[in-house]
């Protein structure tokens, strides 16, 4: 604990200096510069001002317990479109016409980049360090033994937590100790935190220790008695009163949907302007080697049951599909010879990067389904109605782990992927699928 302290010091510092990297490999990677070098300065002024401005008041900074990667990392996102939002009325304001919103969009993806990885290695440096014992925070637990014994329990299978259990102060005791005395106690232990473990606590003294906690600056955690097995739960306060909702996934917040939002549009950009040349070549191609149109269209279902058509490279010969829906196999004779190429590297499904940027899908999610296979796979499997409260995906964890399937069985296989992907959203999983679907079109492995 003596230097964890500086640990959010030194976050805030590094944040700040990849910020400056990242602007100024965006002027190198840019050959449209600013027309004016004090207006140039000027701006790179504003960027900086501007960011240290919101990340004091967002504390992107600031990693909390427990490490989870993906929280920081939206957290920090937030920030970036708050960053984003003021240079924008800045420039407007200012009229900063000559900045180039090339190096701007190069500036913002370099950053976010530098980001990830910076905070990757700062995660896997404490998870380490707490593993081995060091970086601890020493907890204070009173209460209900039972409640108690269910916290250690579950903490021990989390180390990388760094918590510490210096002590227990029963329900007997604290019954039978005056609370001055009690207080004073608490105060020679020198915890960081104080766990609550009661199932039915006191008022009074439940406001007591609150009070206590804001003077000595010691964090306060109520636990509850609720055990959960396969639901999520998450707080509401109504007035002064705190509600437990309880799903059988966790609530999207409005959070994470701008946030996905957000990536969905900056990296389909991103991917639709350096990708130009490769998209011309694989139209021409397309076009030269089978009789046709170049793009396919299909209704599929996306989010809240409303239908849209998906764009694709055709990689099938024409009207392939004239009566009863089918699904495609590896050895199906309706695929062209380049059609092969181009599923097996994913590549016919790059058009669906502007079905990302209207708005119908998004780059990660559940692939998205006709309504012919919906009702069978409803019928078979209930629970794939929950997939409908998110937006259908580019590419999928079901996708990649599972890869096309063949017939419904083999979709309702797939689609226990998806279910897993449903209750652990968050942009960590996202980079990990989009990773893990470069690796697959790289080795060809996409049919």
């Known amino acids: 604990m003596k230097y964890s302290k500086l640990v959010p010091l030194l976050i805030f510092i590094t944040d700040f200096v990849l910020l400056n990297i990242a602007v100024n490999l965006a002027r190198l990677f840019v050959f449209n510069y600013y027309s004016s070098q004090i207006q140039s300065n000027n701006f790179i002024l504003i960027i900086n001002l501007i960011w240290i401005s919101i990340a004091s008041l967002t ?5 909390n317990r427990p490490l989870i990667l993906g929280d920081n990392v939206n957290k920090f996102s937030t920030s970036l479109l708050y960053h984003l939002a003021v240079v924008l ?4 304001f200012f009229k900063l016409d000559e900045v180039s919103r090339l190096e701007m969009l190069f500036f913002y993806v370099l950053f976010f980049i530098f980001i990830v990885i910076e905070r990757s290695f700062v995660f896997f440096t404490l998870d380490y360090i707490r593993k081995k014992g060091y970086n601890k925070k020493h907890i204070l637990l009173i209460g209900n033994q039972g409640i108690v014994n269910r916290l250690i329990n579950s903490f021990a299978k989390h180390p ?16 039978n100790t005056p609370i001055e005395t009690l207080l004073q106690q608490i105060l020679h232990k020198k915890p960081d935190e ?5 199932k039915y606590m006191n008022q009074d003294l439940l406001k007591t220790l609150i009070n206590f906690g804001d003077q000595n600056r010691i964090k306060i955690n109520v636990v509850s008695d609720l055990v959960l097995d396969n639901s999520f739960a998450s707080i509401i306060n109504y007035e002064n009163i705190p509600i437990i909702r309880l799903s059988s996934h966790p609530e999207i917040g409005h959070r994470i949907i701008i946030l996905k939002r957000g990536f969905d549009i900056l990296f389909s950009a991103v ?3 350096l990708g130009l040349p490769l998209f011309i070549l694989l139209i021409l191609i397309t076009k030269l080697t089978s009789k046709g149109p170049v793009f396919f269209k299909q209704e599929r279902i996306g989010k809240d049951h409303r239908p849209f058509n998906i764009y694709k490279f055709r990689s099938m010969r024409v009207n392939a599909e004239l009566s009863t829906p089918q699904l495609s196999s590896a050895r199906d004779p309706r ?3 380049w059609g092969v190429i181009i599923r097996k590297s994913r590549l016919d499904e790059l058009p669906q990067f502007w079905n990302v ?24 499997s209930p629970n794939y ?7 259908p995906g580019l590419t999928s964890i079901g996708q990649v782990e599972y890869g096309y399937a063949e017939n419904v069985d083999q979709m309702r296989n797939r689609i226990r992927y998806d279910l897993i992907y449903l209750n652990n959203i968050n942009f960590n999983s996202d980079i990990s699928i989009i990773l893990k679907t470069i690796k697959v079109m790289v080795q060809l492995k996409g049919l």
């Open 271 to 273: 991917i639709m302007i």
């Open 357 to 380: 940027l209207k708005g119908d899908m998004s780059v990660v999610g559940p692939r998205p389904e006709r309504q012919y296979f919906i009702e069978q796979l409803i019928l078979k």
């Open 89 to 92: 009325a800045v420039i407007y």
């Open 160 to 175: 990388e937590y760094g918590y510490n259990f210096i002590d227990f102060i029963n329900e007997v005791t604290i019954k």
């Open 194 to 198: 104080i766990f609550i473990c009661y």
């Open 385 to 391: 109605k929950k997939l409908f409260k998110l937006k």
């Open 335 to 337: 695929i062209t010879k």
């Open 59 to 63: 504390k992107t900074h600031i990693i």
